[in-house]
Each structure stands twice: as structure tokens, then as C-alpha cells.
């Protein structure tokens, strides 16, 4: 299998990199800001597009990681988690968009509606809730299920977000 690898940082773009995303989101913004001084707007996108890249191939890598340890050391054949719905940038992108919906007070810690939660970052989850939007029985939470492990509760963000767009 080929590696991640659609991207291609300097070693004082990844040295600068590594430092700042220890940063919190202030220090971030001034660190970017410096950066924009000293080598300009164009190195900056360039500096954002490969670091897009690099994001893309460590979420391709966490599921190619997740798909060996089912396989290696919980024997779990590959037909059973074909649909595992990890996070990814895209899934992030959309559970940004749903977030913005509500508040998510009340909201169980999962929630696809709690922005950064798993459930928000995850593709499959964000857009199913998006869709279910439009279908009367409603997104489903996953934190109350029945003892056959089938959701009881209509998902308390979807309420919030549904309530919202009336």
C-alpha cells in the first residue's frame, strides 16, 4: 500500500509546524501572523495547503492503524468493520456546520451536535444527522439505547437544531 504522503513540508516548516500546534488558538494566530511577516502571503498558503495534506494522511493513517489492530490483535475479521466511521477533516468540516445549529446544553458528550466531539468530526454520523433533518422520526442518540443496543431518545442536539430552523 502506498504511503499518506500528499504533502511536502520543509524540515523549518515542520520544525515551525510542530512547535505551534502545541499553541493555544491565541498563540496560533500571533505564531501564523509572525510567520505571514517574515515570508509572506504566498508561503502562507502554501505553508496551510501542505499542512491540509498532512492532516488528510495522519486521518488515513489512524484508520489504516485502527483496521490492523481489529485485524491483529482482536481478530476481527475485515468484513465487520468495513463502516467504521472515524473522524476525518471533511467529517470535522460538516460537524462544524450542524454545530453551528445550536446549543448544545443538555446534549449528551458524543454528541454529533457538540462540536469536537468524535461523532461531530465523523463523516458518516454528520451527514446522516443532515439528512435526517428532513425525515420525521429524527437523528437518534446513541448514548440511550434499549437492551438490544437500539437508540430510545431522538438525539437532544437534532431537537435543539430542528427547533432552531422552525
Known sequence: ???????????????????????????????????????????LVELLAQFIGMA???????????????????????????????PTIIGACQGVMIASKCDPAGACHGCAYRLGSIANQ????????EFMAHDGKGFMCHAHTDEQGEPTRVCVGHAKASKACE
Open 1 to 43: 500500500m502506498p504511503a499518506n504522503s500528499e504533502y511536502s513540508l520543509s524540515r523549518d516548516d515542520a520544525t515551525y509546524l510542530a512547535g505551534i500546534v502545541q499553541f493555544d488558538l491565541a498563540l496560533r494566530r500571533e505564531a501564523l501572523t509572525t510567520y505571514l511577516q517574515q515570508n509572506g502571503s504566498q508561503r
Open 56 to 86: 488528510n494522511s495522519v486521518v488515513a493513517n489512524c484508520a489504516e492503524m485502527s483496521d490492523l489492530v481489529l485485524i491483529q490483535e482482536c481478530n476481527v475479521h475485515p468484513d465487520r468493520f468495513s463502516g467504521v466511521n472515524l
Open 122 to 129: 465523523s463523516p458518516i454520523t454528520t451527514s446522516d444527522a
